[in-house]
C-alpha cells in the first residue's frame, strides 16, 4: 500500500525494531487535580516505572520535555487564555470568578496548584516529538503525559487546558503536506477535530462512544467543513464493544484512510479509557486490542507520534501505555509482572493482562455494517491526496543544543539563536502536591454532555500561525536507577536539530 512520500525508507514488518523517542519528566507524577478527581497524572509515573523494570527504557531514547512557553501555546490557543493559565492560583481563584467561568475552569478542570507547569510539561513533550520526527531523528515518539484532545482555543474543557495534539500537528505540518489523527479515546475527539474541520491537510478520525456521553459532539454525519469536508471521520459507538466489533470497523477504516489520504505522519491518541473496566468508560476492550490499534498503525511504516489521553482506572492505564510501548519497539513484553514500587497495585494476579468482562456488546453487526459502509462511502468521495500549493516554507522549529554537564540543564537556549528568551514567563510559585492514593469505585460519567460543535478554528489562522517560533524541545534525563539509552546517531546533527 502505499502511504506517501513521507514513509520511512523501508516497509519494516511489525517485528522489525524502530527508532523511538519517549518523554518523561519526573515531576509529572506530582501533579494532583484534587480529592476525588478521576484524572490522575500519577499514572504517568506508574507506566514510567513498569518501562523502567520490562527493561523497556534501555531500548530508547529518553527524554524530559523542555516546558512549552507561552508563545509555543499561543500558536493555537488565545493569549488572554494563556495568560489566565499562567496567573491563576488556588489562592487567588476567588478573586477571579468571572474569569473561570468564562475560560470553563473550576469543575471538570480544577485549579491546582503547578497547573501551568503541568500544561507546559505535557505540551512540551508532545511538540518536543513532533519536532524529533520532522528531523528523522526517531521513527516513532512518544509522550503518554500527551493526548489532551478536548481542550478549545479559548476554554479548558474534560479535564484538558491545553491541546497539546494541535500544537503537535501544526508542528508536522511544517515538513508534511498531510498529517493523520486517529483517537482511540473512548471520548470524542473534539477539541482536535474541530480545530482542523475546515482543512483538507489533516484528517481527523475519532472511534467513541456517541449518544447521552460527554462531549456530546461526533456524529457520523459530522465529516467536516468547506475545504475539510469529508475529511472529518467520526466512528460512533455504544456499550460494550469488543476487541472483534472493534477492529471490524478499525482496521478496513484506516486502511482505507491511508491509501486515499497519504499522510506523511499520524497522530495516534491512545486514552486507555476505552479498556474494559474503566472508572468513566463503558467499551469492554482488552489491552491487546487496544494495542492492536498501534500496531496496525506502526505496520504502515510512516513517521508515528503517540499519546496518552483519558484512562481511569490507572492500574490499567500503566498496563496498557507498557504494552503498546513494547509493541512500538517491537519488543513482546512478559505478562508476569516484574517486583517494582507500585507492585501492589496489580495484585492479585501481578500480570500485565486483564480479561475482558462479560458485559453486554450493545453494537449489532448489522448497525456497525452500516457504518463501515457510510464512512467508507465518504471516503470514496476523495479523489487524491490533496497537494499543497506551492509557497514559502514555514521556518524549520530548532531543539535546543544537548548540555554537556547535566548543572547547566537551565541554559536551555543556544548563545547564537536568534530566538529570544520569554521574559514574560516566570516560574510559578506555587507548591506541587503529591498524589494521594483513593479507592477507585465504579462512577457513572462525571463530565455534562456539550452541546454540537462549538466554533470552528478556521486552520488558516493555524497555519499562519505556526510560523511562530518554538521554543520547547527536549533534553534527555537520566532519572536515578533509570539507564538512558543513547541514540546512535552523530552527536553533531543531534546537536543541530531544532528548538522546539
Known amino acids: 500500500m502505499d502511504t506517501g512520500g513521507n514513509s520511512l525508507p523501508s516497509a519494516a514488518p511489525d517485528g522489525v525494531k524502530r527508532k523511538v523517542c519517549y518523554f518523561y519528566d519526573p515531576e509529572v507524577g506530582n501533579y494532583y487535580y484534587g480529592q476525588g478527581h478521576p484524572m490522575k497524572p500519577h499514572r504517568i509515573r506508574m507506566t514510567h516505572a513498569l518501562l523502567a523494570h520490562y527493561g523497556l527504557l534501555q531500548h530508547m531514547q529518553v527524554l524530559k520535555p523542555f516546558p512549552a512557553r507561552d508563545r509555543d501555546l499561543c500558536r493555537f490557543h488565545a493569549d488572554d487564555y494563556v495568560s489566565f493559565l499562567r496567573s491563576i492560583t488556588p489562592e487567588t481563584q476567588q478573586d477571579q470568578l468571572r474569569q473561570l467561568k468564562r475560560f470553563n475552569v473550576g469543575e471538570d478542570c480544577p485549579v491546582f496548584d503547578g497547573l501551568y507547569s503541568f500544561c507546559q510539561t505535557y505540551a512540551g513533550g508532545s511538540v518536543g516529538g513532533a519536532v524529533k520526527l520532522n528531523h528523522n531523528l526517531c521513527d516513532i515518539a512518544v509522550n503518554w503525559a500527551g493526548g489532551l484532545h478536548h481542550a478549545k482555543k479559548c476554554e479548558a474543557s474534560g479535564f484538558c487546558y491545553v491541546n497539546d495534539i494541535v500544537l503537535a500537528i501544526l508542528e508536522l505540518?511544517?515538513?508534511?503536506?498531510?498529517?493523520?489523527?486517529?483517537?482511540?479515546?473512548?471520548?470524542?475527539?473534539?477539541?482536535?477535530?474541530e480545530a482542523f474541520y475546515t482543512t483538507d491537510r489533516v484528517m481527523t478520525v475519532s472511534f467513541h462512544k456517541f449518544g447521552d456521553y460527554f462531549p456530546g459532539t461526533g456524529d457520523v454525519r459530522d465529516i467536516g467543513y468547506s475545504k475539510g469536508k469529508y475529511y472529518?471521520?467520526?466512528?460512533?459507538?455504544?456499550?460494550?464493544?469488543?476487541?472483534?466489533?472493534?477492529?471490524?470497523?478499525?482496521?478496513?477504516?484506516?486502511?482505507?484512510?491511508?491509501?486515499?489520504?497519504?499522510?506523511?505522519?499520524?497522530?495516534l491518541q491512545c486514552g486507555a479509557d476505552s479498556l474494559s473496566?474503566?472508572?468513566?468508560?463503558?467499551?469492554?476492550?482488552?489491552?491487546?486490542?487496544?494495542?492492536?490499534?498501534?500496531?496496525?498503525?506502526?505496520?504502515?511504516?510512516?513517521?508515528?507520534?503517540?499519546?496518552?489521553?483519558?484512562?481511569?482506572?490507572?492500574?490499567?492505564?500503566?498496563?496498557?501505555?507498557?504494552?503498546?510501548?513494547?509493541?512500538?519497539?517491537?519488543?513482546?513484553?512478559?505478562?508476569?509482572?516484574?517486583?517494582?514500587?507500585?507492585?501492589?497495585?496489580?495484585?492479585?494476579?501481578?500480570?500485565?493482562h486483564v480479561a475482558p468482562s462479560n458485559m453486554e456488546n450493545k453494537n449489532s453487526h448489522q448497525v456497525l455494517e452500516e457504518i463501515r459502509c457510510k464512512l467508507l462511502d465518504n471516503l470514496s468521495k476523495l479523489q487524491h491526496a490533496p497537494s499543497v500549493q506551492f509557497q514559502e516554507r514555514v521556518p524549520d522549529t530548532e531543539l535546543p543544543e544537548a548540555e554537556e554537564e547535566q548543572n547547566e540543564a537551565d541554559e536551555r537556549w543556544d548563545p547564537d539563536s536568534d530566538m529570544d528568551v520569554d521574559e514574560e514567563r516566570k516560574p510559578l510559585p506555587g507548591r506541587v502536591k503529591r498524589e494521594i492514593v483513593e479507592a477507585e469505585p465504579k462512577e457513572s460519567e462525571g463530565q455534562k454532555a456539550g452541546s454540537g460543535h462549538a466554533r470552528v478554528f478556521d486552520t488558516t489562522i493555524a497555519e499562519n500561525a505556526s510560523g511562530k517560533a518554538l521554543d520547547a524541545g527536549p533534553k534527555q534525563i537520566d532519572e536515578a536507577g533509570v539507564r538512558v539509552e543513547q541514540e546512535n546517531v552523530n552527536k553533531a546533527s543531534d546537536q543541530m536539530f531544532s528548538k522546539s
Open 173 to 193: 505540518l511544517k515538513v508534511h503536506e498531510r498529517v493523520l489523527y486517529v483517537d482511540i479515546d473512548i471520548h470524542h475527539g473534539d477539541g482536535v477535530e
Open 232 to 267: 472529518s471521520l467520526n466512528v460512533p459507538l455504544d456499550d460494550g464493544i469488543d476487541d472483534e466489533s472493534y477492529h471490524f470497523l478499525f482496521k478496513p477504516l484506516i486502511g482505507k484512510v491511508m491509501e486515499v489520504f497519504k499522510p506523511g505522519a499520524v497522530v
Open 277 to 352: 473496566g474503566d472508572r468513566l468508560g463503558c467499551f469492554n476492550l482488552s489491552i491487546k486490542g487496544h494495542a492492536e490499534c498501534v500496531k496496525f498503525m506502526r505496520s504502515f511504516n510512516v513517521p508515528l507520534l503517540l499519546l496518552g489521553g483519558g484512562g481511569y482506572t490507572i492500574r490499567n492505564v500503566a498496563r496498557c501505555w507498557c504494552y503498546e510501548t513494547g509493541v512500538a519497539l517491537g519488543i513482546e513484553v512478559d505478562d508476569k509482572m516484574p517486583q517494582h514500587e507500585y507492585y501492589e497495585y496489580f495484585g492479585p494476579d501481578y500480570t500485565l
